[in-house]
């Protein structure tokens, strides 16, 4: 349990810097597209993670785009 708080924690610090963000974002985009549209054969989990990576990196990318939304509005 204390692995998935952690890894939680270092979600969050990541995406409070926009920059950051915004670059691991890409980073993770470019591969999951060169998979999803380039002619390879890939396996059909490599498809699946390709997938997940990649709207991973489309959430990051964003994130870091519009800034963190707040927890409650009043």
């Known amino acids: ?12 610090r990541l995406v409070r810097r926009r920059t950051m963000a915004m670059t691991l974002g890409l980073a993770l985009i470019a591969p999951a597209a ?15 993670l390709a997938l997940v990576v990649g709207a991973t990196g489309i959430a990051l990318f964003w994130t870091g785009l519009t800034g963190g939304s707040p927890d409650w509005v009043e």
Do not use: P, S
Request: avoid cysteine; charged fraction near 20%; proline fraction near 0%.
């Open 1 to 12: 349990m204390a692995i998935m708080r952690r890894a939680r924690g270092a979600m969050l």
């Open 34 to 48: 060169v998979v999803e549209f380039g002619n390879y054969d890939v396996a059909w989990w490599g498809e699946g």
